[in-house]
């Protein structure tokens, strides 16, 4: 937990604060039913992001069962979720979350789109709440998904836009691998521009940048990695440094001081992986040299 949640968490400032800005209590979203809700969001948005074709720049996307109820509304300017228990979910607390940004092209704040709204409704003891769940470490997940569905939607967009000049002026395209190249950068920024954003331990923030460093130096030759490395790449940072990032920062401040170690080791283990490649990208290049000097002398020594 951030130095300001823990500020706005105080009785003397919270008491303060209006309803909807005053920070929902972690027990409220700690339990099971609660992370199970929370994961199947990011799942739901995952599998938008994948949808290739989005004819529509207004679109609702919906999910249901009898646990749960999600909803992402796309509109030009806003990208807007709800996530609510159903009457026959097992949660002990019934909730509805809201979470309205704008998209990044209009209004940005901290290199994502800013927060219109970021509340949950719940039913506790008698008694209806709403209260903020902006800087909730379990919404983490939610909203760096909703900023890659944004930049996914940008994309789209982008690439509509020049293939309509391609079409006038060349048949030609960007190749898959210049493609791959692009959202890996993409990606790359997103995890440097959260990572700073959110304010980690600095022996974690440094690792993490070290991370993010050795990557930026497979980009340039990133087509001599084969199919299973490229995708090993992609996955670190589409999923395995986010994933590991949420997760630690889940937890409470006494379960991140036991944990610490264990995570340093784990993105240490990621960084280990990325040094092998950069010294497998290497020697291929020496041998790829080593090859054009032995045929410069077959061609050329007589």
Not at 12 to 18: N, Y
Not at 117 to 141: C, D, N, W
Not at 186 to 198: C, D, G, P, Q, Y
Not at 231 to 259: C, F, G, M, W
Request: hydrophobic share 40%.
């Amino acid at each position: 937990m951030t130095l300001i949640n823990r500020i706005l968490e105080l009785p003397f400032f919270e008491s303060w604060l209006p309803d909807r800005l005053r920070p929902v209590k972690e027990v409220i979203i700690s339990d099971q039913y609660s992370q199970a809700l929370l994961l199947e969001t990011e799942k739901f948005i995952d599998d938008i992001i994948q949808v290739t074709e989005i004819e529509r720049m207004n679109r609702v996307f919906k999910r249901k069962t009898t646990q749960m109820k999600l909803q992402i509304k796309i509109r030009k300017k806003r990208l807007r979720i709800d996530i609510c228990d159903q009457k026959l979910s097992e949660a002990p607390i019934k909730k509805r979350i809201i979470i309205e940004v704008f998209r990044k092209i209009y209004k940005t704040k901290n290199g994502t789109g800013k927060v219109l709204e970021a509340t949950i409704y719940y039913s506790y003891q008698g008694k209806s709440y709403v209260r903020s769940v902006k800087r909730s470490p379990f919404l983490h997940g939610i909203f760096y998904k909703l900023d890659m569905l944004d930049d996914a939607l940008i994309g789209r967009l982008v690439k509509q836009n020049e293939q309509e000049i391609r079409n006038q002026a060349t048949n030609t395209s960007p190749t898959e691998k210049q493609e791959e190249i692009r959202n890996l950068l993409v990606e790359m920024k997103r995890i440097s521009n959260h990572n700073h954003h959110l304010a980690v331990d600095p022996i974690i923030e440094n690792r993490l940048g070290s991370i993010i460093q050795q990557i930026d130096r497979i980009v340039p030759d990133f087509h001599l990695l084969d199919i299973e490395d490229r995708h090993t790449i992609k996955r670190v940072v589409r999923e395995d440094l986010p994933n590991l990032l949420h997760s630690y920062l889940a937890l409470t401040q006494i379960q991140q001081l036991e944990q610490k170690e264990n995570f340093i080791v784990a993105i240490a283990r990621i960084e280990t992986k990325i040094i092998s490649l950069i010294k497998q990208m290497e020697t291929m290049k020496l041998d790829r040299m080593e090859q054009l000097f032995r045929l410069n002398k077959i061609r050329y020594d007589k």
